[in-house]
């Protein structure tokens, strides 16, 4: 079956714009997950989706927010970008059955100038 | 709160030597445990995992025992091999029926021939 899509791969922003970036579920799974991994700070847990409602938030700004449609498709956007916002974002859907394991996509590389 | 502290990389090995990467963890109840695999320009692949105390998680080689009385996680392969070159992440998952992972800040691995 077909992993987690996340969409564009590349971006490239300028400071002060903002950006939406997209990630599709495998077929089936209705958890989504978001993090951000930098070279300084490692992989941090940004929000969770589940039904369409966020469930956790991690330690981030209110420029950074998420939403999930009926699909399960989610998007997150990020509004006045600042440099230090140049990373990785990892997006991961799971059944959410207890501990269940997370499935990442390969990931959208954002660079802001 | 919670966190995972991995050994410091980068760690470089001989092919067909025994490798550890060691892993601590600090959280409150019974999280569930993970090794997770980064591989250039991609994004992370669940390697093993262990839910409760004394499980053991094994793939590909790969085994790690999910030590309660340590708070340990320690991944292990006998003979290693040049593909198994990428970064492991060290993980843990502290809320039930969530999915929202706190990471290790990840060991680059080089296997040389």
């Known amino acids: 079956k077909a992993g987690v899509t996340q969409t564009p791969r590349y971006l490239i922003k300028t400071r002060g714009q903002q950006v939406t970036l997209s990630c599709s579920p495998i077929s089936g799974h209705r958890s989504v997950s978001w993090y951000q991994q930098t070279p300084g700070q490692g992989l941090q847990f940004l929000f969770e989706y589940f039904s369409e409602t966020q469930r956790n938030k991690g330690n981030f700004p209110g420029r950074f927010s998420g939403r999930q449609f009926s699909n399960s498709r989610s998007e997150m956007n990020v509004s006045t970008l600042e440099l230090g916002d140049s990373a990785l974002y990892l997006c991961?859907?799971?059944?959410?059955?207890?501990?269940?394991?997370?499935?990442f996509g390969q990931g959208t590389r954002l660079t802001v100038v | 709160g919670d966190s995972v502290t991995q050994m410091e990389g980068p760690v470089t090995l001989s092919e067909e030597a025994f490798l550890t990467i060691n892993c601590t963890y600090t959280?409150?109840?019974?999280?569930?445990l993970f090794w997770y695999v980064q591989y250039p320009g991609e994004g992370l692949q669940l390697l093993l995992k262990a839910t409760k105390a004394d499980d053991k998680g094994s793939n590909k080689g790969f085994e790690a025992t999910y030590r309660k009385e340590t708070t340990s996680f320690h991944l292990e392969k006998g003979s290693v091999q040049v593909s198994d070159s990428a970064v492991y992440f060290c993980?843990?998952?502290?809320?039930?029926?969530?999915?929202?992972?706190?990471f290790g800040q990840g060991t680059r691995l080089t296997i040389n021939p």
């Open positions: 993980a843990l998952s502290a809320i039930q029926g969530a999915q929202k992972l706190v």
């Open positions: 959280a409150t109840g019974y999280p569930s």
């Open positions: 991961a859907s799971s059944l959410v059955e207890g501990y269940t394991e997370a499935f």
